[in-house]
């Protein structure tokens, strides 16, 4: 029987109170689409007596050591503590796209990352002749039509994958707990890779 395809499972989840429980629903929804989900608790790390930099050099070695281990990533791109996403999880994604591996992300967000950034400096922005609108710090906000970054739309897409949005307008600061969009993009990037779905799955988006 050929080996299910594993993949890393990254997202601002997390810093939830109830963390490795989402971690567990989510690999469960990844088997069921004939995947085998990371997720970075699963990580059993001995923090006790070290400082809080050594355990968090212990903890970003161990998440690069477990990304290795996966043949794709899916990421939650979701808004997180402003605008953008999170930082980490911009790594991640990164780091999976210079391994060569396919990159697939989900966000609740409907905006574009222009439009989010618009919103996030309010009426501070301003027009910069010929070049589009800036922040009120005189920085360039960035607009390509992209849902993220550019580096992030960019690796995406280069990669093979795709990001999954919503269908209508959302709330950004969605649930994290809620997985309806996760579903959806664990079924697009199964079928990516052959992978076959448990019999009788149904997704939760179709």
């Known amino acids: 029987m050929p080996r299910r395809k594993t993949v890393y499972l ?3 989840e997390v810093f939830l109170s109830d963390a490795v429980a989402v971690g567990e629903a989510k ?6 689409h004939g995947l085998t989900g ?3 608790l699963d990580n059993e790390l001995d923090l006790g007596g070290l400082d809080p930099q050594d355990a968090g050099r212990a903890i970003s070695a161990a998440n690069e050591a477990l990304m290795r281990r996966a043949d794709l990533i899916i990421a939650n791109i979701t808004p997180f503590r402003g605008p953008g996403m999170d930082p980490g999880t911009a790594f991640e994604i990164g780091f ?3 391994l060569g591996r396919p990159v697939f992300c989900y966000t609740a967000s409907d905006l574009l990352h222009a439009e989010r950034a618009v919103r996030w400096a309010g009426p501070a922005v301003q027009e910069r002749k010929g070049e589009g609108l800036e922040d009120g710090d005189g920085l360039l906000i960035e607009s390509f039509g992209m849902v993220e970054n550019l580096m992030i739309d960019g690796a995406v897409e280069a990669s093979g994958g795709i990001i999954v949005t919503p269908e209508t307008a959302a709330d950004p600061q969605l649930d994290l707990r809620d997985l309806t969009l996760f579903e959806a993009c664990v079924r697009t990037a199964a079928a990516h890779v052959g992978a076959k779905a448990s019999h009788g799955v149904r997704d939760a988006a179709g």
């Open 38 to 40: 990371l997720f970075p």
């Open 96 to 98: 999976m796209r210079a």
């Open 27 to 32: 690999k469960a929804i990844c088997a069921r």
């Open 10 to 12: 990254a997202g601002p």
